[in-house]
């Protein structure tokens, strides 16, 4: 009967969130990107209030606190929690003019499922209470039992500084108290950090090399050579300067040419790619509700040292990503890193295969129609 209850609430509850997940989240709301693992902290407290036919024995009301851990998978429309806690629980109540109290002390295995809504998000909770004291009782126990409580949570999801803050409210009554029915309201917050961050850790940087915005990396000048005829370079090969591309569910991968958007071993954007960016940003800031997540990451050829590659690399994805920012475009909704030359589009050794690999790729996450979005990229002109 319980459990019905439980899932009739939550059955209720997902049409009236789901009729709001098609509005555009405000400026000011932020919450985890798809596909992400989160490890939180968790603090609560709440009221409890225990009703009884045991012979001799009080209805009583009281209130819980308690600590956990929580670790919590983030998908496109959902997100599943999976903790473990420590709660602590105080009650009295009067029966015949005599006072009672009792205590309860807890360890808590717990798995949640909930529907997300932008920032906030709805669904059922079930813990698993084990302990000497679950049965509520005013008669001493010495055997471990357990105790199995059920409910309704909702959540409210935001994002600062790379860390995640949640708040939130549970309403959660017992499956198998005989007797007895505990009846639980708790507000608690938590606060984490992701498993997953998609930026790489920074390397150590080689003490004479540094990213300029202004002037190309040098080489180290080499012993004098008698002077031979050196050929003309060979032109770039043709290229597209813009691609997107449909590239998974919900999901569009935009590439950007090097050569359009910086000059040789620089990261300062040039000129007309600020203009492409401007238009990007307009479109991004105006459909919103579109995307929810955007993986900027910066790539080069394998010509040079891994480290300077690395380096200038990240130092673009940056350019990129603070230039987006700058536009209007929420930071929260950003990442960025530098890959290298680890993830070539082309594994040839030759120029075109270099121009291709060489570039900027924002890769968009939680698209709601993928063809259109595409379709409105493509819209965007760019002008050499």
């Known amino acids: 009967m319980h459990f019905l209850v439980v899932l009739i609430s939550f059955l209720i509850a997902i049409p009236a969130f789901s009729q709001n997940s098609d509005k555009a ?48 998978f983030y998908n496109q429309n959902w997100v599943s929690d999976f903790g473990v806690g ?19 002390q807890s360890g808590i295995m717990d798995f949640g499922i909930r529907h997300r809504s932008g920032a906030f998000n709805i669904g059922p909770i079930f813990e698993l209470h084990f302990g000497t004291d679950n049965t509520y009782s005013e008669r001493p126990q010495s055997e471990v039992t357990l105790l199995l409580i059920g409910g309704v949570q909702l959540h409210w999801d935001s994002l600062s500084n790379g860390s995640l803050y949640r708040y939130g409210t549970r309403l959660q009554t017992d499956f198998n108290l005989g007797s007895q029915q505990i009846y639980m309201g708790t507000i608690f917050f938590q606060m984490g950090f992701a498993l997953d961050d998609p930026r790489p850790k920074r390397r150590m940087r080689d003490r004479n090399f540094r990213v300029s915005q202004k002037k190309p990396v040098m080489p180290t000048p080499v012993a004098e050579v008698p002077l031979v005829p050196i050929p003309a370079p060979l032109p770039l090969p043709p290229s597209e300067p813009v691609q ?54 910066g790539h080069a050829d394998k010509r040079g040292t891994s480290n300077v590659n690395l380096v200038l690399s990240e130092a673009r994805a940056k350019s990129v990503t603070d230039y987006l920012v700058s536009l209007g475009v929420e930071k ?18 030759n120029l075109e295969a270099y121009a291709r690999n060489r570039r900027v790729e924002l890769k968009f996450d939680g698209v709601s129609d993928e063809s259109r979005f595409v379709k409105d990229i493509d819209a965007i002109p760019f002008e050499e």
Not at 37 to 55: D, R, V
Not at 261 to 269: E, G, I, Y
Not at 332 to 349: I, K, M
């Open 86 to 104: 420590f709660r602590y629980s105080s009650l009295k109540g009067t029966l015949n003019n005599i006072d009672t109290k009792i205590y309860t």
């Open 332 to 349: 929260s909704r950003t990442v960025y890193s530098g890959r290298g030359e680890r993830e070539p589009l082309d594994p040839a050794e």
């Open 244 to 297: 997107a591309q449909i590239t998974g569910a919900r999901q569009v991968t935009l590439r950007l040419s090097d050569r359009i958007l910086f000059d040789t071993a620089m990261s300062h954007l040039k000129g007309p790619s600020k203009k492409y960016l401007e238009k990007l940003a307009n479109l991004l800031n105006q459909n919103e509700k579109d995307w929810e997540f955007v993986d900027i990451s």
């Open 25 to 72: 989240p405000n400026n000011s709301t932020k919450y985890p990107r798809p596909s992400s693992i989160w490890a939180l902290g968790e603090i609560y407290g709440g009221f409890q209030k225990l009703s009884t036919s045991l012979p001799g024995e009080a209805n009583k009301s009281g209130y819980n606190l308690g600590l956990g851990g929580v670790l919590a």
